[in-house]
C-alpha cells in the first residue's frame, strides 16, 4: 500500500509541477497584540517551510490536495466562485479571490501542499500556507507582485474570506523574514529591518500542547477592547498614545491594563531592536520577560499553564528570557538562550514541565 501522504503530483495530477514554491512559519520574538494596533513587532521565520507544487490549467477549475490532510481527491473549486467552507482549502480561496479582488489575471491550476509547520502550535502555519500559495501563483502566472504585496494579498485572504480579524504581522514573516535574524516592522508604515540575533544566543521554542478553544473569540475580545480604548482616548490606534495619555488614567478597567500592555509593549519592541543592533542578548532576554508578566496580567491573554511553562524556562540557567509566543491561550514559548545550550535546555525545560504539570510539551526549535 502506498502511504497516501507521499501521493507525489503527477500520481494526483497525471502531469508534472511546473513551479514549487515555499514559505516559513513564525515566531514572534516580542510584540504581541501590537500588530493590530498599527504598532511594532519582531517575529523571526522558522525553519519549518510550507511548500507548494503548482500547474496552470486551461480552465478557471483549481484542484488543490494537502499532504497534511491526505484526502482521498483534491479539493476542487471555480475562480470567481470562491466562498467559505470551514475548511483548509480556504486559505486557497482566500488568497485567489484576494489577487481576483486586485484585477490580476489568474487562470485555474492543479497544487500540491506539504507542509513541515506544525498546525495549531502557533507558528503561524496558515501564513505559511498563503504565502508559499501567493508566491506560487506569481511565479506561474507571472505576476508583478513584490513582496509586501504578497504579504498584504496573504493578509486580506485572511481577514476577508477565512474571516479571522488578524493583524498583518504573520503574513509580513512569512514573506519578508528569514530563520536567522529578527524582523523588526512598523506595521503602520510595513517599513521592516532585519537584525541578527547575538552571536552568543540561539533560540528554543517548545509548543505546550495546549490550544485553547475560545482562542478565537478572545482574540476578537481583545481586539475590540483595543479599538475602545483608542477611540476613547482620541486616538486612531494604540500605537499613538503616549505614557503621559495612559498614566493620566482617564480609561475604566479592563481597558487601562489593556492599554498599558499595547503601549508598553511597542516600547519594549522598540528597545528590543536596541538590543540587537548592540548584540546584547540579556538586554532582550529581560525584555520577553517583561513582555511576558505584560501578556500575563494587563492583557490577560495567557493560561496557568503557559505561566508554569515560562516560569520554568526563565529558572534555568543559560536562559536569557521566555515568553509566550502569538495570539495567547496556548501555543509555543520562545527562549532566547546561550548559544550552544539550546538542545540541552529545552530537552530539561520539556521534562520538567511534563513532570511537574503532566503536561505534553513538543520541542519545535531546534
Ligand atoms: C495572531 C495574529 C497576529 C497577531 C498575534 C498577536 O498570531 O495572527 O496578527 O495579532 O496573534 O500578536
Known amino acids: ?97 484576494a489577487m481576483r479582488t ?109 490550544t485553547h478553544r475560545h482562542a478565537g473569540g478572545e482574540y476578537r475580545v481583545r481586539r475590540q477592547e483595543c479599538v475602545d480604548s483608542a477611540r476613547r482616548l482620541g486616538v486612531p490606534a494604540l500605537r499613538d498614545v503616549t505614557a503621559a495619555a495612559l498614566a493620566a488614567g482617564t480609561l475604566p478597567p479592563p481597558l487601562d491594563r489593556r492599554a498599558r500592555h499595547v503601549v508598553t509593549e511597542n516600547a519594549r519592541v522598540g528597545e528590543a531592536r536596541e538590543a540587537l543592533q548592540h548584540g546584547d542578548a540579556r538586554r532582550f532576554g529581560e525584555l520577553m520577560n517583561a513582555s511576558h508578566r505584560s501578556m500575563r496580567d494587563d492583557f490577560e491573554v495567557s493560561t496557568p499553564e503557559i505561566d508554569a511553562l515560562v516560569a520554568i524556562a526563565q529558572a534555568q540557567p543559560h536562559v536569557f528570557g521566555a515568553r509566550m509566543t502569538g495570539g495567547g491561550f496556548g501555543g509555543s514559548v520562545v527562549m532566547l538562550v546561550a548559544r550552544g545550550a539550546a538542545r540541552d535546555v529545552a530537552q530539561l525545560v520539556a521534562a520538567r514541565y511534563r513532570a511537574e504539570r503532566n503536561g505534553a510539551p513538543a520541542i519545535l526549535i531546534p
Open 102 to 210: 486586485r484585477g490580476l489575471a489568474l487562470h485555474g491550476f492543479d497544487a500540491r501542499i506539504e507542509s513541515d509547520v506544525p498546525l495549531g502550535a502557533g507558528l503561524s502555519s496558515s501564513a505559511a500556507l498563503e504565502i508559499a500559495v501567493v508566491r506560487a501563483l506569481v511565479e506561474a502566472f507571472a505576476l508583478p507582485i513584490d513582496a509586501i504585496e504578497t504579504a498584504r494579498i496573504g493578509h486580506d485572504a485572511e481577514t476577508g474570506l477565512v474571516g479571522a480579524p488578524v493583524g498583518i504581522m504573520d503574513q509580513m514573516a512569512a514573506s519578508l523574514a528569514a530563520p536567522d535574524a529578527a524582523l523588526f516592522i512598523d506595521t503602520r508604515s510595513l517599513e521592516f529591518e532585519q537584525l541578527p540575533l547575538p552571536s552568543a544566543a540561539e533560540l528554543v521554542v517548545i509548543d505546550s500542547g495546549i
Open 1 to 97: 500500500m502506498t502511504d497516501v501522504a507521499t501521493t507525489g503530483f503527477e500520481v494526483l495530477f497525471g502531469r508534472p509541477p511546473e513551479v514549487a514554491r515555499d514559505a516559513p512559519g513564525r515566531v514572534n520574538l516580542i510584540g504581541e497584540h501590537t500588530d493590530y494596533n498599527d504598532g511594532l513587532v519582531m517575529p523571526i521565520a522558522t525553519p519549518q517551510r510550507t511548500r507548494v507544487e503548482l500547474a496552470a490549467a486551461r480552465s478557471d477549475v483549481v484542484r488543490v490536495w494537502s499532504a497534511s490532510i491526505a484526502a482521498a481527491r483534491p479539493a476542487t473549486y471555480r475562480l470567481s466562485e470562491e466562498r467559505r467552507t470551514g475548511e483548509w482549502v480556504d486559505y486557497v480561496q482566500g488568497v485567489t479571490a
